[in-house]
């Protein structure tokens, strides 16, 4: 079965802070992992996925298969940052897209 | 394109009521898959749909809800009768396979009263 798990509802902190929104996933293959983002009152779109292993908006991913975890990393945060997150992973070769609870991330300026 | 397409934005019935949600995915993408997000529970998987195939229901909440992809232009998930705990905003999502980059529609709130 898959499952992504973002144990944080919330999070917030201060402008210029580091930030990691973590995320654990259960999957018996080879997954592919993803993070979207929703910014207020705009829809939810794709920020970066792990098989491009690259950054967007300052932010980066690293998949840990190990760990089975998929965090999302930012060195110094941005008020434009604030946003729901969703981690999200599709089996591979499958086409089922699961999202995880989603994490609001709040920056404090 | 405009891209993904729901109808309508807001709804607000009483219960009871049927309720239906539209949806246009963006030409040519062959995956269709609609969600509900709430406070509670995020974003969860309702159903989706390839190549106007349903293949996999199994997060639809109950036989209350039906979900019909009758041509790659146009699918609509149905409530009858819907509930108060129906409400939720509902998502309709588009991809060109599976495992590519999924475009959102801007989604429906619904309110059941």
């Known amino acids: 079965a898959q499952r992504v798990t973002q144990p944080e509802k919330l999070l917030s902190v201060f402008k210029g802070a580091p930030v990691e929104l973590k995320c654990n996933y259960s999957y018996s293959g080879s997954p592919e992992l993803f993070w979207y983002v929703q910014y207020s009152r705009q829809r939810l779109q794709l920020l970066l996925r792990?098989?491009s292993r690259e950054s967007i908006k300052g932010f980066t991913a690293d998949l840990n298969k190990g760990e089975t975890s998929f965090h999302l990393k930012k060195p110094f945060a941005q008020e434009e940052d604030s946003a729901m997150y969703y981690c999200a992973l599709i089996g591979k070769g499958a086409q089922k897209l699961v999202f995880g609870q989603g994490t609001r991330l709040t920056i404090n300026p | 394109d405009a891209g993904v397409i729901q109808s309508p934005r807001h709804e607000v019935t009483e219960m009871g009521q049927e309720v239906t949600l539209r949806c246009k995915p963006i030409?040519?993408?062959?995956?269709l898959f609609w969600y509900r997000q709430t406070m509670m529970r995020g974003l969860e998987l309702l159903i989706y749909f390839n190549n106007n195939v349903p293949i996999d229901d199994s997060g639809m909440p109950e036989d209350r809800f039906s979900a019909k992809m009758p041509n790659a232009s146009f699918s609509t998930l149905k409530i009858q009768p819907s509930e108060p705990r129906d409400s939720a905003v509902y998502f309709c999502?588009?991809?060109?396979?599976?495992?590519?980059?999924?475009?959102f529609g801007q989604g429906t709130r619904l309110t059941v009263v």
């Open positions: 792990h098989i």
């Open positions: 999502a588009s991809s060109f396979s599976g495992a590519d980059e999924a475009f």
């Open positions: 030409s040519g993408h062959n995956s």
